[in-house]
């Protein structure tokens, strides 16, 4: 895999294969001689595979040329570009200031500030992020039954400034319930200095997917309005409102 910081590594596997799993490279192999594409697709080993990948990056930014499952066995991977196996890779790119441009400079394209679609008002006072926690991936279809990182965070939870937690009366454990203007979710109120007053965290690793118990989908409360280039929805920046479970 390679690492946001250009840098490539090796995961070999630790166990056999059980009963009739294959490897990926042999299941997408596979698939595409049955579609009748045999010639570019004959590789025993993910090795193989991984040579294939390294001739399309020759000569480009990218290239690990110089890159070999042994070298990466034995050290840290090297920072990509990796032209060749003397190589020590490349900590630091456009140390010569020419860039992949006509004209050899680089493109700076600021972009005008725009302000959120929804923003805290008498209804919806506080402002909801949600994100992801050390413990588990995604939507815990993997984390979620692995005992030893499920167990440290088994449930959803809400995070809650203390001045803000004070001022609603909300004490640490008790269940909570946060409402948008698309749905609501449950969870038990975690009162913490982590997040600023009138703002508050929910993972989102909690769903219908494994699921603990209802209303635990944090993505019903997210802003479904999307950023015009990265199309990214709105998980930073969500107005909601919070109340105790006895008070509904």
Same mark, same amino acid.
């Given at each position: 895999?390679?690492?946001?910081?250009?840098?490539?590594?090796?995961?070999?596997?630790?166990?056999?294969?059980?009963?009739?799993?294959?490897?990926?490279?042999?299941?997408?192999?596979?698939?595409?001689?049955?579609?009748?594409?045999?010639?570019?697709?004959?590789?025993?080993?993910?090795?193989?595979?991984?040579?294939?990948?390294?001739?399309?990056?020759?000569?480009?930014?990218?290239?690990? =040329?110089?890159?070999?499952?042994?070298?990466?066995?034995?050290?840290?991977?090297?920072?990509?570009?990796?032209?060749?196996?003397?190589?020590?890779?490349?900590?630091?790119?456009?140390?010569?200031?020419?860039?992949?441009?006509?004209?050899?400079?680089?493109?700076?394209?600021?972009?005008?500030?725009?302000?959120?679609?929804?923003?805290?008002?008498?209804?919806?006072?506080?402002?909801?992020?949600?994100?992801?926690?050390?413990?588990?991936?995604?939507?815990?279809?993997?984390?979620?039954?692995?005992? =030893?990182?499920?167990?440290?965070?088994?449930?959803?939870?809400?995070?809650?400034?203390?001045?803000?937690?004070?001022?609603?009366?909300?004490?640490?454990?008790?269940?909570?319930?946060?409402?948008?203007?698309?749905?609501?979710?449950?969870?038990?109120?975690?009162?913490?200095?982590?997040?600023?007053?009138?703002?508050?965290?929910?993972?989102?690793?909690?769903?219908?997917?494994?699921?603990?118990?209802?209303?635990?989908?944090?993505?019903?409360?997210?802003?479904?309005?999307?950023?015009?280039? =990265?199309?990214?929805?709105?998980?930073?920046?969500?107005?909601?409102?919070?109340?105790?479970?006895?008070?509904?």
């Amino acid at each position: 895999f390679i690492s946001s910081e250009r840098r490539i590594e090796l995961v070999d596997k630790i166990i056999e294969s059980y009963g009739n799993v294959k490897p990926d490279h042999e299941i997408i192999c596979r698939i595409a001689q049955a579609m009748g594409f045999e010639k570019g697709f004959q590789f025993d080993t993910s090795e193989e595979v991984f040579g294939e990948l390294k001739k399309i990056t020759k000569g480009r930014i990218c290239d690990m =040329s110089g890159v070999t499952y042994e070298r990466l066995r034995n050290k840290v991977g090297p920072q990509l570009p990796c032209p060749d196996v003397e190589h020590p890779g490349t900590k630091r790119l456009f140390t010569d200031r020419q860039f992949p441009r006509p004209d050899g400079r680089a493109a700076l394209l600021p972009r005008e500030y725009n302000s959120p679609s929804e923003t805290p008002d008498e209804e919806y006072p506080y402002i909801l992020i949600t994100g992801k926690l050390q413990w588990h991936f995604n939507t815990r279809t993997r984390t979620g039954r692995v005992s =030893s990182l499920d167990s440290k965070e088994p449930d959803n939870f809400v995070e809650i400034n203390t001045v803000t937690a004070t001022q609603l009366g909300i004490v640490d454990g008790e269940e909570v319930e946060v409402t948008s203007r698309r749905g609501t979710v449950r969870g038990a109120a975690r009162i913490t200095d982590c997040v600023l007053p009138n703002t508050i965290f929910i993972p989102m690793h909690f769903g219908n997917a494994l699921k603990v118990s209802d209303g635990r989908l944090a993505n019903l409360l997210t802003n479904q309005v999307c950023d015009l280039h =990265s199309k990214q929805p709105g998980y930073k920046y969500s107005v909601v409102k919070i109340s105790k479970i006895d008070q509904i």
